[in-house]
């Protein structure tokens, strides 16, 4: 008799305990429905969650699954992903040995959501300059999807990078580069008839708005590819670490793969420049040119090379063909100008080394007037320069000085006034 007691009195308990099981996870469950209306009520759920993980836990499978389910829900909510994925995992390792599919299938569902929640999150953190935060969002978010999901280990990569995270960086552009990534997509725009303006879209609108009079000019862009970009912060960070052996390496097996590509040859150029080999540095450049030969950059590049190593004139030609390309060049101005007044040292120390006789006196003023007619060549580039940019404080405040110099009160008044109004 009293054995019958205590079994009644268990499947009492049983029974009562899985009601309350049950009673718990459908008021989490509605908490979380009612989400969107009532932040709070994610944070109240998730107490729950922790207050009654006890039962929950020691429950059916089918129970336990839900309960973590529901965990992985508010996690995402308030934006916790770790253990958001950790959670989901869990609901669907239980549901997997349990031969049962109900949580797992919401959860696959539920991806995107996920994925997207993921992304406006490491975006954000982005935008508050927390690079490292955002690297490791989206490297989770990678994970959830490594086939599909390519594209964030490359945005990973990239805020590690700018958080100076490079070990990480560093593995994830390897990664990259040993899949032959490119991230190459075609993106879609259409001109709204209305208004004149010209808006990106989906391929799906793209389609639609093909059989509206209300879009015109339907147009679709290939994107270029971001190997050089994955190729050229490999080098750096190579380089960083000292590695330039490995930074050499990285760049030659890419050009191997793209020998005509611009932006590989540019990389290869800079890296050089960041070795002191500038006479390795000119000859990339000029193959270069040879690609892209109405680049004004290229010319701009070269121009500071030879400037470097003392060709003034070499240098100046240079700059002239780069402003030659692109009139609106400001560079190239403030670097013909720089360059045309780098002979004034010379022409000081020699006046400054002069005595007083009559001899010396004739050899100053020939001097003072080689120096002026340096000012005077300068002018016209600087002045140009400040009519492109009238903020360009360098040229600004070198053209007070000239004027200044050589005795033009009126222009050296102008200059300083316009100085002194920023």
């Known amino acids: 008799m009293i054995r019958k007691i205590l079994l009644l009195i268990f499947i009492i308990f049983i029974s009562l ?36 993980s006890q039962l929950l836990l020691s429950s ?72 490292e935060d955002a690297s490791k969002i989206l490297y989770l978010a990678y994970s959830l ?12 990569a990239s805020s590690a990078v700018n ?34 303006q010209e808006i990106e879209v989906d391929v799906s609108t793209y389609d ?5 009079k209300e ?6 862009e290939i994107t270029k590819s971001r190997l050089p970009e994955i190729v050229k912060n490999i080098s750096l960070i190579y380089i960083s670490k000292g590695q330039n052996v490995l930074a050499m390496q990285a760049i030659k097996d890419a050009r191997e793969i793209s020998p005509k590509d611009i932006n590989l040859i540019l990389t290869e150029a800079d890296l050089y420049i960041k070795l002191g080999d500038e006479l390795k540095f000119a000859e990339l450049m000029q193959e270069a040119i040879e690609q892209d030969p109405n680049n004004a950059i290229l010319y701009y590049n070269l121009g500071v090379v030879n400037a470097n190593q003392g060709k003034r004139s070499i240098a100046i030609d240079y700059y002239k063909k780069s402003i030659e390309i692109d009139p609106l060049y400001e560079a190239s101005y403030l670097n013909i100008a720089s360059s045309i007044l780098d002979g004034e040292s010379s022409i000081v120390e020699e006046m400054n080394s002069l005595g ?67």
Do not use: C, W
């Open 60 to 131: 059916e499978p089918k129970y336990k699954s839900h309960y973590y389910f529901l965990l992985g829900l508010s996690n995402q909510k308030l934006n916790n992903f770790n253990k958001a994925v950790e959670s989901f995992n869990n609901s669907k390792n239980i549901e997997k040995n349990s031969n049962l599919n109900k949580y797992t299938t919401l959860i696959n569902q539920n991806e995107i959501s996920l994925t997207n929640d993921m992304i406006n999150f490491a975006v954000n953190l982005n935008n508050e300059e927390k690079y």
């Open 215 to 220: 879009y015109t000019n339907l147009r679709e």
């Open 208 to 212: 639609l708005y093909k059989k509206s």
């Open 356 to 422: 007083t006789s009559s001899a010396d006196n004739r050899k100053y003023d020939e001097l003072k007037v080689k120096r002026e007619q340096l000012f005077v060549e300068a002018i016209p580039y600087l002045e140009k320069l400040v009519s492109i940019n009238p903020k360009n404080i360098d040229a600004i405040t070198t053209l007070k000085n000239i004027y200044g110099t050589i005795g033009d009160s009126v222009n050296f008044k102008k200059y300083k006034d316009l100085l002194e109004s920023f």
């Open 17 to 52: 305990n899985l009601s309350a099981q049950k009673k718990e996870l459908r008021l989490i469950q509605k908490l979380l429905d009612n989400a969107d209306e009532k932040i709070s009520n994610v944070q109240e759920a998730l107490n729950l969650l922790e207050s009654n």
């Open 163 to 196: 958080g100076l995270d490079y070990d990480n960086a560093l593995e994830y552009y390897l990664k990259l580069k040993s899949i032959g990534y490119e991230g190459i997509t075609t993106k879609y725009f259409v001109t709204e008839v209305a208004t004149g």
């Open 145 to 156: 999807d490594k086939e599909n999901n390519i594209d964030y280990l490359f945005y990973a």
